[in-house]
């Protein structure tokens, strides 16, 4: 709001922006017009301003939008023009309120009902010109380094008066500094790698893989008791990286905590194609019903997949499905949790879901699977059998995704015992683990956990 008022008082004197000051011949003219030829121009002339400033505002507060509420909207430049005279009723209205309120409470009474209605027309102009197609984005923002410069440098250009640069080399230095804003993003990868984030969601999953192909998967995407806050998360996660499409996302069970943020998800990024297992649908409730209504809405296809499945990750990166088969497993959701192995360069990261007992046993009895990065079932629950998984997949990193609030001695202790390092989410924060071409690891937290 501060660098609109800004904004506002400097392009308000704007040449362009100026009404043309006539000579008193050309007033004289003007006043022998008939009344509705001056009327149009008036009108003419105050929209042309109106538009003006709406252009200049919404360029000048474009990146801030972008950085901090990852918006782009171009509908904001017809809405800026059609709601100055509304939202202008609504600010004098509602002032007037406070005035008459003690002197003249009838008045004050009128002129509450005159902001409510203009307060109402503005809240529907938005959401009609939402429903538009392409009346806006969402997009990853610059960072704040990038925003400190480019407002930094307007400050010192507007501040500079006599000494501003010409137009063109103004023009220039901004054109300069938006490539810089995008170079990083461009050269942000060197060289083939696998990478794996794993999301601090609170008791929930969300892992978003970054394929040697260059391809970006998500693997589950939820939280306990809060899709809103699980599709704040990852979205800002998403957005950091620079991502705008998931080229497949992977729900790997019916649980709500493993993927209520999905349809969030699905209205701010574009997604390939959702993959679940061959049970995931069986046993429908209204979480899987939203659900399965927000992929239709967005187009998303839907298909499954099980055991003995793999994909391509590119330059010697497969995906391969562990678990379930195709008739699934006996027991609930979490026992037919899809299992993933990740393979690249000669490393392997897991991924279990919630998976637990009688399908963990199905899995156990398959030949060993050794591992170095495991996402610990069930966000670490005893359930999971720690002790058996280790031994069967011998992590070298224990991933827990969840809260504080269960109990993890146990589990911990098994892992440990089977020589891992365990980070938890809890306490680290989103956790990064990349994988050179070279087969070396390295993991970096979000947060330094005491």
Not at 194 to 211: I, P, T
Not at 260 to 285: H, I, K, Q, T, W
Not at 422 to 434: E, N, P, Q, S
């Amino acid at each position: 709001s501060f660098l609109c008022v800004i904004g506002l008082s400097w392009f308000a004197s704007h040449p362009l922006v100026q009404a043309r000051r006539d000579d008193r011949l050309d007033r004289l003219a003007e006043e022998g017009r008939a009344w509705p030829v001056r009327a149009a121009k008036t009108i003419g002339l105050w929209l042309w301003q109106t538009t003006l400033l709406g252009v200049a505002v919404w360029l000048l507060t474009l990146p801030l939008v972008m950085a901090r509420f990852h918006l782009l909207s171009p509908v904001a430049l017809l809405l800026n023009a059609m709601l100055w005279l509304p939202m202008a009723a609504a600010l004098w209205s509602g002032f007037g309120v406070l005035i008459a309120g003690t002197v003249f409470p009838p008045l004050a009474l009128a002129l509450g009902w005159c902001c409510e209605g203009t307060l109402a027309l503005l809240e529907w102009a938005v959401e009609a010109a939402r429903r538009i197609p392409a009346s806006y984005f969402w997009v990853p923002g610059p960072p704040d380094w990038w925003l400190v410069g480019l407002y930094g440098g307007l400050a010192v250009a507007a501040g500079a008066f006599r000494r501003r640069p010409p137009r063109r080399w103004t023009a220039a230095l901004v054109c300069a500094w938006i490539a810089v804003g995008l170079l990083p993003g461009l050269l942000a990868r060197s060289g083939p790698r696998l990478s794996a984030a794993f999301l601090a969601v609170d008791h929930g999953c969300a892992v978003v893989l970054e394929l040697p192909s260059g391809a970006k998967v998500l693997y589950d995407a939820g939280r306990l008791a809060a899709p809103d806050l699980g599709t704040e998360s990852i979205s800002a996660a998403l957005w950091s990286k620079g991502i705008m499409h998931l080229d497949a996302v992977i729900l790997s069970h019916a649980d709500a905590d493993h993927f209520n943020a999905l349809p969030g998800l699905v209205e701010r990024f574009s997604v390939g194609a959702v993959y679940v297992s061959p049970v995931m649908f069986e046993d429908s409730n209204e979480a899987l019903y939203a659900l399965r209504a927000a992929l239709d809405a967005a187009g998303v296809p839907i298909r499954e997949v099980a055991a003995g499945d793999v994909f391509s990750g590119g330059n010697r990166c497969l995906v391969e499905v562990l678990h379930p088969t195709k008739k699934g497993t006996l027991g609930g959701d979490n026992a037919n949790s899809l299992v993933l192995a990740v393979r690249f360069a000669g490393r392997t990261i897991l991924l279990a879901g919630d998976l637990e007992p009688p399908g963990l046993n199905d899995l156990l009895a398959e030949e060993p699977c050794p591992t170095d990065v495991l996402l610990a079932p069930h966000h670490g629950s005893r359930r999971s059998d720690p002790p058996g998984l280790a031994a069967w997949s011998s992590p070298k990193y224990v991933i827990i995704s969840g809260g504080l609030r269960i109990n993890l001695q146990e589990t911990t202790a098994a892992y440990r015992a089977a020589g891992a390092r365990i980070f938890h989410t809890g306490r680290c924060g989103a956790i990064d683990v990349v994988i050179s071409d070279l087969g070396q690891i390295t993991t970096q937290c979000f947060v330094s956990p005491d």
